[in-house]
């Protein structure tokens, strides 16, 4: 943006360059590359020691923000910010904070116990968590109505991590990558404090549809926290694919592809978009694979379900997971077919929940009555079919049930990522000692079956895997048969599909590709000039080019005040006319700056627009002085009294009849458009249609007119929320150039001009006052 500052409101709302930015123009002496990784939770495991009541800490292995640090490269310094799961008692945070800082680079965030439950248990688990799975809040009963203190609550908290992070950042070198729905504001507050902080943010659950996500009344103030971001990452295409929806419906902004990266365009800044699922970290399931433990636990369920097939699910309990419709789908499978009763075993190990309330308990027991249902229509002695297991199993004990099930089973109806079937096809890979405990031949291709549901984040990713509909219980029923009744030689490849994928994209593939998107979203930082507008959630950082000069009114007054030979050019669309304005006919103040402007003799004002002559002539009637350019241009009038004349002579306008029932076909099938017929022109304007219909239709009517029109001597060209065809040469350049002309033939060069403009069409009238300035006119 080498002129114009394209922000709404006042220039003077701007700020000077470093007003908000904290940031140092000398280079760092911190040589080695710093990651600030931000969770909800550290990757801690604590615990209060009985003897001298102090406190002992230890690394959580489970914990996905301490397995990414292995793709991050031994030369990058990661330091962890989030809660601890243990409460610590005020009178001792100092020193476990001193101990975790120095011991584990982890700086903890202290919440007292009611603000905690306000935000997690009230805005994070009872308006963010369902409405992301898609539960509306229809009834008190269904995540319960919006309450305003949770959500102050949510700010409080994000406002604590971005203190704890300030504690520790570098601006200058450090990057920040904060993680999942808990934070979801903290990049506004860190980018308040350092415009130019280097920050990433990845959301680990499903993001809804516009439809479903519009309901939230904070809507605006979430999506602008995370455009705050320099790259925004999602597990799969859908979830990228509702957020830049939402963005363009509910904040107007649009994206790109460039060279592969998607990006949206925000305030100057180029927010990226990263589209990857997690992975697992694979040396962390081998080393448990190898434990004795594990061997010894396979062998006793291979004896345990010998001479029966075991298909397997593993989920939390709770009202996503979809265990109940698994419970129900193995029901069908045995009413179908009765020779599985006796041979086929479904084991469900039910995680606990990670919420709590009244749903939890209603998942827990349909699936035990379900349990009960089944085991008694179709158990006999020593055979159960469904075997439910919700008492908290060793990490070992799971991992024993993937080695030996033939069939693993994920029916949730709604999942962020869920890595269940990454382990499994890591498990059943094995090992030489697991193949001697099965009495596999280690020689031979391993085998998996997989049935996952369509509704899961890895879905997409496991092209190898029977995708079913989870709510179909016949369609999941089936699936389950057609897993059991496959060729060795096709679960022979489905399963070495998966694992190729699985082995290739693990947690630090993920962890690592993340880094260097990072590194390519903050290459440009150093190279804009940045300025922090806007309060509260509404802070955001308008980037412009270095060479950028920002209006000062005091200059523009100082210069007017001086010169003598004044030309005043001004756009009427969203220039004298606020964008906000429903009416198009222009206020009395208006009117009244013109006219003082046109009284002063030295001026000579020029107000360009779009709009037809008849029309501007109406509303500026009693500016007698004032010279209006219609059209974009085509016609031009140098002051009240004056006629009508053209800037181009066109011969003639036949091109019309062909353009105009093509726009009208697309205007009858394109709810909200319309077609503004002038003089010189045809408009097709979708402001009022639905943006992502009317973008649509917009592009395939440029597409259709170029067509029709190619021998024509027009232009068809696209603007903002419009499709123009015109005659070649007519452009807001020829005002200018009429202008600068006329005023030199006069004898009144001027040494003053002043243009204001909004959008793209405004360009061509600063081209040729540059090109004037650049040389004799």
Not at 61 to 90: A, F, M, T
Not at 428 to 454: A, F, H, I, Y
Request: aromatic share 10%.
């Amino acid at each position: 943006f080498p002129r114009v500052a394209t922000v709404p409101g006042l220039l003077s709302e701007v700020e000077d360059d470093n007003c908000n930015s904290v940031s140092s123009d000398a280079p760092s002496s911190v040589s080695q590359e710093r990651m600030i990784i931000v969770g909800n939770q550290l990757p801690l495991r604590a615990h209060q020691n009985t003897d001298d009541e102090g406190w002992c800490f230890s690394w959580d292995e489970d914990s996905l923000l301490l397995q990414l640090k292995d793709g991050l490269g031994e030369d990058v310094e990661v330091i962890y910010v989030g809660c601890l799961k243990e409460e610590v008692p005020p009178n001792e945070q100092d020193d476990v904070a001193q101990t975790l800082l120095e011991t584990f680079k982890c700086v903890p965030a202290f919440l007292p116990p009611e603000l905690f439950t306000k935000f997690y248990h009230g805005f994070c688990k009872q308006h963010l968590w369902p409405l992301f799975h898609y539960m509306l809040p229809l009834s008190p009963d269904l995540g319960g109505r919006f309450d305003r203190s949770l959500w102050q609550a949510y700010v409080s908290v994000n406002k604590i991590f971005a203190d704890k992070v300030m504690e520790v950042i570098n601006p200058d070198d450090d990057y920040v990558w904060v993680h999942d729905y808990h934070l979801m504001v903290l990049p506004t507050f860190l980018r308040k404090r350092f415009n130019r902080v280097k920050l990433g943010f990845f959301l680990h659950s499903p993001f809804p549809s516009s439809e479903i996500y519009r309901t939230l009344p904070v809507r605006e103030e979430l999506l602008r926290a995370l455009l705050n971001s320099d790259l925004i990452g999602f597990h799969t295409f859908d979830y990228a694919r509702h957020f830049l929806t939402c963005c363009s419906r509910m904040l107007g902004l649009s994206y790109q592809s460039k060279r592969g990266y998607i990006g949206l365009e925000y305030y100057g800044r180029t927010v990226s978009i990263k589209i990857l699922p997690v992975g697992i970290h694979i040396g962390q399931l081998q080393s448990v694979l190898n434990l004795p433990e594990t061997e010894s636990k396979v062998a006793e369920l291979r004896n345990k379900f010998r001479g029966q097939t075991v298909m397997l699910g593993v989920d939390d309990m709770d009202i996503f997971k979809g265990i109940s419709l698994k419970l129900l789908a193995m029901e069908q499978l045995l009413l179908q077919h009765t020779e599985n009763a006796g041979q086929v075993v479904l084991v469900q190990i039910a995680n606990p929940a990670r919420g709590r309330g009244r749903d939890v308990e209603e998942v827990r027991s349909e699936a035990y009555a379900t349990v009960k249902r089944i085991n008694n229509a179709f158990g006999r002695p020593g055979y159960d079919p469904v075997v439910l297991i919700d008492t908290p199993l060793q990490f070992y004990e799971r991992i024993a049930y993937y080695v030996i099930a033939e069939c693993c089973l994920v029916t949730a109806v709604r999942d962020g990522m869920n890595l269940i079937p990454y382990e499994y096809i890591i498990c059943r890979q094995g090992n030489e000692k697991l193949d001697q405990t099965l009495g596999l031949n280690p020689l031979e291709p391993k085998r998996s079956m997989l049935v996952v549901s369509e509704f899961i984040g890895c879905s997409p990713s496991l092209s190898g895997a029977i995708r079913v509909n989870p709510w179909n219980i016949d369609a999941v029923a089936d699936a389950m048969d057609s897993a059991l009744i496959l060729s060795e030689a096709e679960k022979q490849l489905r399963h070495e599909k998966h694992y190729r994928y699985v082995s290739t994209h693990d947690v630090a593939y993920w962890a690592r590709s993340f880094l260097q998107d990072l590194e390519r979203a903050c290459g440009d930082h150093l190279r804009k000039r940045c300025w922090g507008i806007g309060f509260g959630l509404g802070f955001r950082v308008v980037a412009m080019d270095p060479n950028f000069r920002k209006l000062s009114v005091e200059h523009i007054v100082a210069a007017y005040k001086r010169t003598k030979n004044r030309a005043i050019l001004l756009d009427y669309d969203s220039t004298l006319l606020l964008t906000s304005s429903l009416s198009t006919i222009p206020n009395v103040e208006a009117v009244g700056i013109l006219n003082n402007l046109c009284r002063d003799p030295k001026n000579v004002v020029f107000l360009v627009s779009a709009k037809d002559r008849k029309t501007l002539t109406e509303w500026f009637s009693c500016c007698e002085k004032l010279g209006i350019a219609a059209e974009n241009g085509y016609f031009i009038r140098p002051k009240h009294d004056a006629d009508w004349e053209t800037c181009i002579s066109v011969s003639d306008f036949d091109w019309k009849q062909i353009a105009e029932p093509v726009m009208k076909l697309y205007t009858e099938t394109t709810d909200g458009s319309a077609i503004e017929t002038k003089e010189s022109s045809l408009v097709w304007n979708y402001r009022d249609a639905d943006p992502d219909f009317g973008f649509c239709q917009a592009k395939e009517l440029l597409d259709h007119l170029e067509s029709v029109l190619a021998n024509e001597p027009v232009l068809v060209k696209s603007g903002q929320h419009i499709v123009e065809v015109k005659p070649q040469g007519v452009n807001k350049g020829l005002v200018a150039e009429h202008l600068l002309v006329t005023m030199k033939q006069k004898g009144m060069l001027p040494d003053f001009v002043l243009c204001i403009g909004d959008d793209r069409s405004d360009e061509d009238m600063f081209e040729v006052i540059m090109r004037a300035t650049a040389g004799p006119y």
